[in-house]
T-cell receptor
Framework: DTAVSQTPKYLVTQMGNDKSIKCEQN?????MYWYKQDSKKFLKIMFS???????INETVPNRFSPKSPDKAHLNLHINSLELGDSAVYFC????????????FGSGTQLSVL | DAKTTQPPSMDCAEGRAANLPCNHS???????VYWYRQIHSQGPQYIIH???NNETNEMASLIITEDRKSSTLILPHATLRDTAVYYC?????????????FGTGTRLQVTL
């Protein structure tokens, strides 16, 4: 079983569209994250949720809206997609109040045309 | 969080030990050293972490100098599958959710 799974793996869409990426973890962790890796391969945190509560929001445009229906799921919805949103988006999870051992998903490659 | 400096790239022959250095001269007393790696097209993978003692697990060993200003990740018998970008991260344990900041890392190429 995959510990942290994301869907879809690839997403190609037009500018202006709205899209969602889904993430699920079966590790029983309390905390989930979204990271973005741009074309220069810099990996930056976007959001973090703990038990469905938003605890980290790193100055991400409000076109990006994370949603956590339960602590095992964290979805990312992006409105009005722009060319600059093209990147690889990684979901991750960790046990809360444990050190920085994050478990990452395999990523979603988003291409905005 | 303390800044880290890593060489941009390194080569290692398969079967040999790969020693990846990291400089963190401004590290604070409560900051841990973490190592992650990212194999092409995959999500980052946790390798090991430590505070001041040397650490070893099934993947690697972490050697931290006595003054804690630098550390070395050792892959004892590198294989082709260890070809990846290796990230050294320094972060205090805050008891709250992580804001791990990944730098540019070291691209390790393992060759035959």
């Amino acid at each position: 079983d995959t510990a942290v799974s994301q869907t879809p793996k690839y997403l190609v869409t037009q500018m202006g569209n709205d899209k969602s990426i889904k993430c699920e973890q079966n590790l029983g962790h309390d905390t989930m994250y979204w990271y973005k890796q741009d074309s220069k391969k810099f990996l930056k945190i976007m959001f973090s949720y703990n038990n469905k509560e938003l605890i980290i929001n790193e100055t991400v445009p409000n076109r990006f809206s994370p949603k956590s229906p339960d602590k095992a799921h964290l979805n990312l919805h992006i409105n009005s997609l722009e060319l600059g949103d093209s990147a690889v988006y990684f979901c991750a999870s960790s046990p809360y109040r444990v050190n920085e051992k994050l478990f990452f998903g395999s990523g979603t490659q988003l291409s905005v045309l | 969080d303390a800044k880290t400096t890593q060489p941009p790239s390194m080569d290692c022959a398969e079967g040999r030990a790969a020693n990846l250095p990291c400089n963190h001269s401004t590290i604070s007393g409560n900051e841990y050293v973490y190592w992650y790696r990212q194999i092409h097209s995959q999500g980052p993978q946790y390798i090991i972490h430590g505070l001041k003692n040397n650490e070893t697990n099934e993947m690697a060993s972490l050697i931290i100098t006595e003054d804690r200003k630098s550390s070395t990740l050792i892959l004892p018998h590198a294989t082709l599958r260890d070809t990846a970008v290796y990230y050294c991260i320094v972060r205090a344990y805050t008891g709250t959710a992580s804001k791990l900041t990944f730098g540019t890392g070291t691209r390790l190429q393992v060759t035959l």
